[in-house]
């Protein structure tokens, strides 16, 4: 059964860095791409980046430039550097495995001075 599992939210000054960090297991991490999606309160649930099994990316345009998504197939893992943030980036951020359409529970990201 996969799971997934996010670590390193918390609280950041405007401008600030946070990493987050996806854990995969029960599954053949390296054939299958990972999304990270957010969801702020009062709002839908929004791709913010993803990552294809090859290694290409894509960004939500309120992200480009400030967030990098990387995978490390040996140790299963998925991770968003988040770069420059801004009190509009504040959400609950997950990860997510679209062809098993499985969900980690969420890590609270809170962009506030």
């Known amino acids: 059964q996969v799971q997934l599992e996010e670590s390193g939210g918390g609280l950041v000054q405007p401008g600030g860095s946070l990493r987050l960090s996806c854990t995969v297991s029960?599954?053949?991490?390296?054939?299958?791409?990972i999304d990270w999606h957010r969801q702020a309160p009062g709002k839908q649930r929004e791709l913010v980046a993803q990552i294809t099994s090859s290694g290409t990316t894509m960004y939500a345009d309120s992200v480009k430039g400030r967030f990098t998504i990387s995978r490390d197939n040996a140790n299963k893992m998925v991770s968003l550097q988040m770069n420059s943030l801004e009190p509009e980036d504040t959400a609950v951020y997950y990860c997510?495995?679209?062809?098993?359409?499985?969900w980690g529970q969420g890590t609270q990201v809170t962009v506030s001075s």
């Open positions: 997510y495995c679209p062809l098993y359409n499985r």
């Open positions: 029960g599954t053949i991490f390296t054939r299958y791409t």
